[in-house]
């Protein structure tokens, strides 16, 4: 069963959101926040192994809640999908490099909704259909955006794990990785974890994040 907590200053949106995930038979909500620190709170007492967060509340926003998330070792398998309406999509960087496992329309359809719940569960990374990886990639090359990463970082990675580096951050799939590379989906998933574990990301959203910010993926222009 996926536990979920809803973050959102909005009750109506929170109740809609609460009715949708309820109705599926492996997720159960098990608290709702109007702020970040009430997030936090109810995450730590309720338990949680999804947050669907705000980014933009009263008091503690989204994206310093997600910090406290990904800072706190207690809450090391919380996955956090930020809950967007795209009007700040530096914003929504901000918070895939805090922690966030990705993000989401807020009009996205019921089914996307919960699809986004159990890939996140399940350690992926959601980055929504109708929010391009090139929207991602132009803000994290941004100078101004954020501080960047030496690409000596990469320097412990393997040939291979480099390549499914450059795959992960187009958004590929392990099924589909393996395809392009002519190798096993388990083998993928081998280099994933290797990746997860060499690069100390939390799981393939911050491998995304790396693979533009090291520069060892270039963003797309126009």
């Known amino acids: 069963m996926i536990r979920v907590v809803l973050a959102d200053d909005q009750a109506l949106l929170r109740s809609a959101f609460r009715v949708l995930v309820d ?32 980014i933009r509340m009263p008091g503690m926003d989204g994206l310093a809640a997600t910090r406290a998330i990904s800072a706190d070792p207690a809450l090391a398998a919380v996955r ?9 999509d530096d914003y ?4 895939l490099r805090a922690g966030a496992s990705g993000f989401l329309g807020k009009g996205a359809e019921p089914e996307e909704l919960l699809a986004a719940i159990r890939l996140a569960a399940d350690g992926e990374s959601l980055l929504s259909p109708t929010a391009t990886r090139g929207l991602i990639a132009r803000f994290l090359a941004q100078s101004d955006g954020g501080e960047s990463m030496d690409d000596s970082t990469l320097d412990v990675l393997t040939a291979r794990e480099r390549e499914v580096l450059v795959e992960v951050a187009g958004g590929l799939s ?12 388990l083998t993928v998933k081998t280099h994933i974890n290797r990746l997860l574990t060499k690069l100390s990301a939390r799981d393939r959203a911050q491998l995304v994040v790396t693979a533009y910010e090291t520069g060892l993926v270039k963003p797309r222009t126009g």
């Open 80 to 88: 956090v999908v930020i809950l967007t309406t795209f009007e700040s």
């Open 92 to 95: 929504v960087v901000q918070a």
């Open 174 to 185: 392990n099924d589909e990785i393996a395809k392009r590379l002519s190798v096993s989906p």
């Open 23 to 54: 109705s599926d038979p492996g997720m159960t909500v098990t608290g709702e926040a109007s702020d970040g620190a009430e997030a936090l709170r109810v995450i730590r007492e309720a338990g949680a192994d999804v947050v669907l967060m705000d």
